[in-house]
T-cell receptor, first 114, second 116 residues
């Protein structure tokens, strides 16, 4: 059973629309992440959060934004979707044991912008 | 700078064959963790193993085994007697202590096809 949930699972949307990808976890993890996975399979970190009210940009530049108002919730927003945003977006979380904690992933949102 | 290289993009084997997935990493940190994840067709990455930089002992879990060699900066993954259910994309990953563990870097992944 999943402890980290992403919705929607699939989304097809037109250019210029605003979208929010939802991510929630029930494990009480402080740290949460968003990864973008391109068709070549590589995962790139685009955002992460240490905890409530903390967000940081990752290694891959992204036009998306995130918020962390509650521990369990880490939504990602695109103000104006473009075809270049077409990708799979994976949300993950880990507990506070710094670098030795494995990531727990959701099953992803596959976004297509037409 | 940290980097993870999985040189094998795709591997195809017949069921019951053994297969080894290669992983080579680069890091300047002396303290780091290495991971393997499996991504089946359903899309969710599943954690398989982690290994810290001070523990070079190899590990076996059922049909899975991992060979960690600091001398060659490698952390290879072997599946013995492969099964169709092993078909997935496998990712090797690195997390450095210097980043506070907040940045896990993934390799490009190796797609494994196991044919019946």
């Amino acid at each position: 059973e999943a402890d980290i949930y992403q919705t929607p699972r699939y989304l097809v949307i037109g250019t210029g629309k605003k979208i929010t990808l939802e991510c929630s976890q029930t494990m009480g993890h402080d740290k949460m992440y968003w990864y973008q996975q391109d068709p070549g399979m590589e995962l790139h970190l685009i955002h992460y959060s240490y905890g409530v009210n903390s967000t940081e940009k990752g290694d891959l530049s992204s036009e998306s934004t995130v918020s962390r108002i509650r521990t369990e919730h880490f939504p990602l927003t695109l103000e104006s979707a473009r075809p270049s945003h077409t990708s799979q977006y994976l949300c993950a979380s880990s507990d506070r044991q710094t670098y030795n904690s494995p990531l727990h992933f959701g099953n992803g949102t596959r976004l297509t912008v037409t | 700078a940290q980097k993870v290289t999985q040189a094998q993009t795709e591997i195809s084997v017949v069921e019951k064959e053994d297969v080894t997935l290669d992983c080579v990493y680069e890091t300047r940190d002396t303290t780091y963790y290495l991971f393997w994840y499996k991504q089946p067709p359903s899309g969710e990455l599943v954690f398989l193993i982690r290994r810290n930089s001070f523990d070079e002992q190899n590990e076996i879990s059922g049909r899975y085994s991992w060979n960690f060699q600091k001398s060659t900066s490698s952390f290879n993954f072997t599946i013995t007697a492969s099964q169709v259910v092993d078909s997935a994309v496998y990712f090797c990953a690195l997390s450095e202590a210097g980043t506070g563990g907040f940045k896990t870097i993934f390799g490009a992944g190796t797609r494994l096809f196991v044919k019946a």
